[in-house]
């Protein structure tokens, strides 16, 4: 049973171009999270999605960010616009379900840098 | 989510015990403590989850006092690969987990 995978796993955007990170959930997991981490600095929520909807997105940035998990594919974590600011490593996570004794699952990240 | 306290760091050396501590008083009855780390800036790696029994894996094994006001993270035979941020997270059993500062752990030989 393969982990959460996320791709790729380092992204070069120059200023102004869009990002897009893929994670795909393990199997049977229908709920994904995504995190950042600046810098030198820890982890911080950004948005819970279960398949098809948004859960929680009180970490999400009020724009250029967006993110969904469609009913079928990976979860995406789309960046517009970037800026150097966004520079970080992006991490998702999946969990099998809400409620109950389940733990998340965390993927290798994706290493953005803005030049 | 109920907040946690843990030392900022400590050393522990390779082949004994590491006992990692984390307070958290204001914890409701319905959060689990959920322990995680993070290897050198890989992706945060599961280690282990209780409500008020202590629960042991290949891993590591956590105690949790009888009020639940606190715990420790015990990893029974420390190697230099346990070198890591140990993260101690309270929150509802499913529900997102919302990182602290954690406390840096260095094994030394």
């Known amino acids: 049973n393969a982990g959460v995978m996320q791709n790729p796993r380092h992204l070069v955007r120059r200023r102004g171009q869009e990002a897009r990170l893929r994670c795909s959930p393990m199997k049977g997991h229908s709920h994904v999270y995504w995190y950042r981490q600046l810098p030198e600095e820890g982890l911080k929520f950004m948005v819970y999605?279960?398949?098809?909807?948004?859960?929680?997105e009180s970490g999400m940035p009020k724009e250029r960010f967006s993110a969904e998990f469609p009913k079928e594919g990976p979860s995406i974590l789309r960046i517009q616009q970037v800026v150097r600011g966004d520079s970080a490593a992006y991490f998702c996570?999946?969990?099998?379900?809400?409620?109950?004794?389940?733990?998340?699952?965390f993927g290798q990240g994706t290493r953005l840098t803005v030049v | 989510d109920a907040k946690t306290t843990q030392p900022t760091s400590m050393d522990c050396a390779e082949g004994r015990a590491a006992n990692l501590p984390c307070n958290h008083s204001t914890i409701s009855g319905n959060e689990y403590v959920y322990w995680y780390r993070q290897i050198h800036s890989q992706g945060p790696q599961y280690i282990i989850h209780g409500l008020k029994n202590n629960e042991t894996n290949e891993m590591a094994s956590l105690i949790i006092t009888e009020d639940r006001k606190s715990s420790t993270l015990i990893l029974p035979h420390a190697t230099l690969r346990d070198t890591a941020v140990y993260y101690c997270?309270?929150?509802?059993?499913?529900?997102?987990?919302?990182f602290g500062g954690g406390t840096r752990v260095l094994v030394k030989p």
């Open positions: 999605l279960q398949k098809e909807n948004i859960i929680d």
């Open positions: 997270i309270v929150t509802p059993a499913g529900n997102k987990l919302t």
């Open positions: 996570a999946s969990s099998p379900s809400r409620g109950g004794n389940t733990e998340a699952f």
